[in-house]
């Protein structure tokens, strides 16, 4: 069997990486990607070092564990489900090659999204896809943390206030407050939870309920 993973921010919960591994989660944390910090140089790694110089670890959990001979499907799938519901994937490929660890030029990625803009699964690539995901269990801890992640990347609305207090606009969500002031969507939800800390962007955040 084959375990498919996400790595995610550990105080917000935002999934940033799809992987996939054989062995224990914590052994592919501990021997893989955190032994990876000074092999590679990629936008996993670029994360996971920033996380480290605040003292922090991804935090590494299971979406499903499938044959051996499914796993492309699945990392694919879920890969391709989670930039579609906004998550910032710092993957490099649409998964199922291996390529974890290949760095793109600019050219590169330009051409190959050139070459696959517009290009559709078949009939018979969806039906393989759903049919080996059926039936495979998911823990509810991880359930419940995508639910609140898509909640605070989607659905909360986000309240800005100045410094003394006042109220000055409403947005739909974290993501619509961080394109209108180019807050770190990160720093932003912290805020938003914060008791304390709730200043960024020169404002005081909360979310509205």
Request: overall charge positive.
């Amino acid at each position: 069997m084959v375990k498919i993973y996400t790595l995610s921010h550990p105080i917000t919960n935002e999934v940033r990486y799809i992987g996939k591994t054989k062995f224990s989660l914590e052994k592919r944390l501990k021997y893989g990607h955190l032994r990876d910090l000074n092999k590679y140089n990629n936008k996993r790694v670029n994360w996971i070092k920033s996380l480290k110089s605040l003292g922090l670890e991804p935090k590494i959990e299971l979406l499903e564990e499938v044959p051996k001979d499914q796993w492309i499907n699945s990392e694919i799938y879920w890969i391709s489900q989670f930039k579609a519901w906004g998550f910032r994937l710092v993957n490099m490929t649409d998964g199922g090659d291996g390529n974890n660890n290949q760095v793109f030029s600019k050219k590169t990625i330009l051409l190959r999204s050139l070459k696959t803009k517009g290009q559709k699964r078949t009939d018979e690539q969806k039906k393989n896809i759903s049919d080996s995901l059926i039936g495979k269990p998911k823990s509810e801890s991880h359930k419940a943390n995508v639910r609140k992640s898509i909640i605070e990347l989607q659905g909360k609305s986000v309240l800005k206030y100045s410094l003394a207090g006042i109220f000055l606009e409403e947005y739909d969500s974290v993501r619509a407050a961080c394109a209108d002031t180019g807050a770190d969507r990160g720093n932003l939800i912290k805020a938003c939870k914060s008791s304390i800390k709730k200043v960024v962007k020169g404002f005081k955040w909360k979310y509205k309920n």
